[in-house]
Nanobody, 125 residues
Framework: EVQFVESGGGVVQAGGSLRLSCAASGFPFDDYAVGWFRQAPGKKREGVSCINSSDGTVYYADSMKGRFTISSANDDKTVFLLMNSLKPEDTAHYYC??????????????????WGQGTLVTVSS
């Protein structure tokens, strides 16, 4: 059974930082890309960032470049997303996800194979 344990969401002031964690199990972690999507109220879900440990591929959406950093601890089957310089427009539900082939240097796109339950990030102005 595939499971994700997501943590790290919360409320932060603009300019602050949060670190999201996603501990995964139930699939061959080393062979899969793992990353984050987000969905803000009234908006489409979008790919935030992904990492493919098997080949070193990392992707960030343009609005996250320079502010967000994704990393992976393969021994612990955990992916982290460090979010700095947060803005009110970063407020969203953030979903951990995994897929075998949809993470590239150019995008992190649906459909993906596995989804977490999500964690809420709220950035106050």
């Amino acid at each position: 059974e595939v499971q994700f344990v997501e943590s790290g969401g919360g409320v932060v002031q603009a300019g602050g930082s949060l670190r999201l964690s996603c501990a995964a199990s139930g699939f061959p972690f080393d062979d899969y890309a793992v990353g984050w999507f987000r969905q803000a109220p009234g908006k489409k879900r979008e790919g935030v960032s992904c990492i493919n440990s098997s080949d070193g591929t990392v992707y960030y959406a343009d609005s996250m470049k320079g502010r967000f950093t994704i990393s992976s601890a393969n021994d612990d089957k955990t992916v982290f997303l460090l979010m700095n310089s947060l803005k009110p427009e970063d407020t969203a539900h953030y979903y951990c996800a995994a897929d075998w082939g949809r993470c590239s240097a150019y995008g992190w796109r649906e459909p993906v194979e596995y989804w977490g339950q999500g964690t809420l990030v709220t950035v106050s102005s």
